[in-house]
């Protein structure tokens, strides 16, 4: 069987001046369903750039990707659009929530998109919002939530559509230390629950949480780390 997350000779190259400056050299790596695992290496050597490939935001250049076996080169965009909401759920350093929507509307939003009833995605998001402790937040929008009430919510719409994938891009980068602990925990939690967890870091103590570690450095991977500790790959069907 294949792994969840396969990655053969990823290249990835972007136009520069007359040329092409190439921010992935052949990216082989491969996560199996249930894993925890922690992308790290020095600012601009790769890692957002393969968060991006392995999100189905955007194509390699060359080499093979597939996701739940699924070959990505040859899907159209509306067919990459489909395997991102039905796959996929996005934690980034910004939040992103729309400020003008309350933390319900935020969470409800994927799933408006994704055509669920009104009656039903309330529900639902009301049920994420108590999982992640912040209720009673519902009818706020962000601007009344400090940055750790905000990334719960963020974490929250990540799950609208029950993901069995959580790819989070320096998820605790704008919260102080408590809040941040507190996001770690969630995502910890979803991945004691069965679901791949996949991160970027420039922290080590952000990255010591997840069972493995990857290091990108110039575009390759020079290391990848299982922590001694860590247990094998979470079984089952990886959603929540």
């Not at 992935?24 to 491969?30: K, P």
């Not at 040859?74 to 759920?89: K, N």
């Not at 919510?153 to 790819?167: E, G, N």
Request: charged residues 25%; neutral net charge; proline residues 6%.
């Amino acid at each position: 069987m294949s792994a969840f997350i396969e990655l053969e000779g990823v290249t990835k190259g972007f136009p520069v001046g007359g040329g092409v400056y190439p921010a992935l050299r052949g990216i082989d790596l491969a996560v199996e369903r249930g894993e925890f695992v922690a992308v790290t290496g020095p600012s601009g050597h790769g890692k957002s750039t393969l968060m991006s490939i392995i999100g189905v935001l955007d194509r390699p250049t060359g080499g093979r990707y597939r996701l739940e076996g699924v070959e990505v080169a040859g899907l159209s965009e509306d067919a990459m659009a489909r395997l991102r909401s039905r796959t996929i759920g996005f934690v980034f350093q910004g939040f992103h929530l729309v400020p003008t929507l309350t933390a319900l509307e935020n969470v409800e939003l994927p799933m408006v998109y994704a055509r669920v009833p009104p009656a039903e995605r309330r529900r639902r998001a009301q049920a994420l919002l108590e999982w992640a402790g912040i209720g009673e937040h519902a009818r706020q929008r962000p601007v009344q939530m400090s940055g750790g009430e905000q990334q719960r919510v963020a974490i929250c719409r990540a799950l609208a559509l029950d993901p069995p994938l959580i790819l989070a891009d320096e998820p605790t980068g704008n919260l102080d230390s408590h809040s941040g602990r507190v996001v770690l925990d969630q995502l910890a939690g979803l991945n004691a629950e069965g679901r791949t967890v996949v991160l970027v870091t420039h922290d080590p103590t952000v990255a010591a949480r997840a069972r493995r570690e990857v290091h990108i450095f110039d575009g390759r991977v020079e290391w990848d780390r299982r922590r001694p500790d860590a247990p094998s790959a979470a079984g089952g069907a990886g959603g929540g």
